[in-house]
Each structure stands twice: as C-alpha cells, then as structure tokens.
C-alpha cells in the first residue's frame, strides 16, 4: 500500500481555511479561540482586489514593495506597539492585541521582504518547562493569527524563553502582568 505524501496534512489545513467564513472560528492548540469571526477586520479586501494596510506606505525595503518603515516607531501608529500581554495561564490573544497584530499581519503582507521573530514569555510562576510550553503557546497563538490576516509563513520565526528574560522583577501582579508577553520583533530595524 502506498503511503500518503507528506504534503496531505498541508493541503487538509489549506482547504480547512480556504473554506472558512469570516464568521468562522480559529482555535490553538488549547482549544482556546484566538479569532472569533466578531465585528470586521482589517486587511480584508474592499472589493477593490486590494487588502486595506492600514496606512502602511513610504519606502523600498529591498522586496520591490513600497512602506513606511517610520510607522514602526510612530507612537500613534499601532506598529509602534510589539509588546502583546497575556492573562494568567493562557495563550488567548484578547481584542486589543488581535487590533494590533492585525496592523502587523498588514505590514508583513505588504513587505514580504521583512521578517519577524515571535519571543514568548511567561511570569515566574510554574515549572521551568512548563513556562516554556506556554511561552511557545503565546508566540504560536500569535503566529496563527498573522498567517491568518496575511502574513506568510517564511516571514515568521517563534521562539519561547519561559520565564527566562522577566521584562521586571518582582512577586506581585503587576511585575507577572509585563512578564506575560510576546514580543514581536523585526529582524535587522533594530
């Protein structure tokens, strides 16, 4: 009996998307909804056969496709926010961070030529391997949800450093509020 290509799971997830309704649901690993299909979304297409960028525009990166590298550090630019906060034990990315990474999926799309590293992270609390497991889960989450607002997959790296690299140091909740994060970072604007 002959065995399956390995290229069978990939198109089953292909034909899975390709069939979903933007009232759809798209879940991680823990079951936890990470795209609920609410309310619309930006980059979805205006019947223009052109995605929304969410104002991303201005220079050449070297792809051949035109955008604004300063909208990365304009404060009233969602671009300038690549710090994503979790609550406590979940990988559920919550509205205002799906807003953000939204302007980010955007801006990969518009760019293929950039890259980004997705750093996980987690509070202090738990094993040192379990905090790895769900700093993975958090950078996966948000990985996800940038494939699935336009961003491809060759643009992406994640990684996960638990409670390894604390953003501050302290025993209470405000301390593990910061320390639950993601970081998106773009490799060589740094």
């Not at 079951?31 to 979304?41: E, K, L, M, N």
């Not at 590293?117 to 509070?123: K, P, Q, S």
């Not at 497991?133 to 950078?139: D, V």
């Amino acid at each position: 009996m002959k065995t399956l290509p390995k290229t069978v799971p990939l198109l089953f997830v292909v034909f899975l998307f390709a069939g979903c309704e933007s009232t759809g649901s798209v879940r991680d690993d823990d079951g936890a909804t990470i795209v609920d299909g609410q309310g619309d979304q930006a980059g979805q297409s205006d019947g223009s056969g052109q995605a929304e960028t969410s104002g991303v525009q201005g220079t050449d990166v070297g792809s051949g496709t035109a955008i604004d590298m300063q909208a990365l550090n304009d404060p009233t630019n969602l671009l300038s926010k690549r710090t994503l906060y979790f609550e406590f034990d979940s990988s559920k990315i919550g509205e205002e961070q799906r807003e953000i990474i939204t302007a980010h999926a955007n801006f990969l799309a518009a760019s293929p030529g950039l890259k980004v590293i997705l750093e996980g992270h987690a509070d202090e609390r738990g094993t040192r391997e379990y905090n790895i497991g769900l700093g993975e889960r958090r950078a996966l989450s948000v990985r996800q949800l940038l494939l699935f607002m336009g961003a491809q997959g060759n643009q992406i790296q994640t990684v996960s450093f638990g409670e390894e690299k604390p953003a501050a140091l302290g025993y209470d909740e405000s301390a593990w509020g910061l320390n639950r994060r993601v970081e998106i970072i773009y490799e060589g604007l740094q």
